[in-house]
């Protein structure tokens, strides 16, 4: 695998937004046939993704997808106007697959955003390419709104009001981007200079060492020997902590509503 998620290259939403929208809720006008048999929006759609996967996000382009499907560039766009809108449909593949039943339709709330996040890690994971890519505008398909509706009606009974719903669901994902970005990078590093986590901070042994015994970083000094050597999932705890803040705030408005039915009733 040869994609470089460093830096943003590309951004949702910056082709024709409203022949995108066609495409994602199959309202525009059917393709005529193409030369390919068998040759679909879909099909062409998978081929991107594949290169994407394979590739990286720089290797995708028309004329790349047409030869992966063994047809010419031309014929491509009786299907996808171009670069701009396939992107935004390999977008709506890959981050919104087709999973009614993904775990987040049980359960208490904490289990959803918890499966939520856990499944948005490993598309990640799978698909290092999306975080080359600006989605602070996306387009909304149906993949999209189903995704979205079944994990609100599954959080609403935190009791949050609606905009901090939006809120929980926007921390929680930039979280999973956060983590998934320091994973992603250091899968990149360990493949681009073949030392492994473990060779890399090893080899910063002796020097360390060193630093330490000048008695200059007493608390970095004080850890356990195994605080940077034994294995830890970041993430979960991370998304604990998450959690568990809120908990916190669910609790304090459950109180609230529960002070308020109180005072009501004895007036």
């Not at 993949?143 to 939006?166: H, N, Q, S, Y």
């Not at 992603?184 to 060779?199: F, K, N, P, Y």
Request: with cysteine; proline share 6%; net charge negative.
């Amino acid at each position: 695998m040869t994609s470089r998620p460093a830096n943003s290259t590309e951004s949702s939403g910056s082709g024709d937004i409203g022949r995108t929208l066609e495409l994602l809720w199959d309202t525009g006008p059917r393709p005529s046939r193409g030369p390919k048999p068998g040759l679909s929006v879909d099909r062409v759609v998978d081929a991107a993704v594949r290169i994407a996967d394979e590739e990286g996000l720089d290797a995708v382009s028309m004329r790349r997808v047409a030869t992966e499907l063994g047809t010419g560039a031309m014929s491509l766009y009786r299907y996808v106007p171009g670069k701009a809108e396939l992107l935004d449909l390999m977008l709506d593949r890959v981050r919104f697959p087709d999973r009614p039943n993904d775990g987040v339709d049980g359960g208490s709330w904490r289990t959803a955003l918890e499966t939520a996040a856990r499944d948005a890690l490993a598309v990640h994971r799978r698909h290092p390419w999306l975080l080359r890519v600006n989605q602070s505008r996306p387009l909304l398909g149906p993949r999209a709104l189903a995704t979205l509706e079944r994990l609100l009606a599954r959080i609403r009974p935190m009791g949050l009001t609606d905009p901090e719903l939006v809120s929980t669901v926007v921390m929680i994902d930039g979280y999973v981007v956060g983590a998934a970005r320091t994973q992603v990078h250091q899968e990149e590093a360990a493949r681009s200079t073949g030392l492994t986590d473990a060779e890399f901070y090893g080899a910063q042994v002796p020097a360390l060492e060193k630093a330490m015994a000048t008695g200059a970083y007493p608390t970095l000094a004080s850890l356990s020997p195994d605080t940077f050597t034994a294995l830890f999932d970041h993430f979960e705890f991370g998304l604990g902590r998450i959690l568990d803040g809120l908990e916190v705030v669910v609790q304090q408005r459950c109180g609230a509503s529960e002070f308020t039915r109180d005072v009501s009733y004895d007036a």
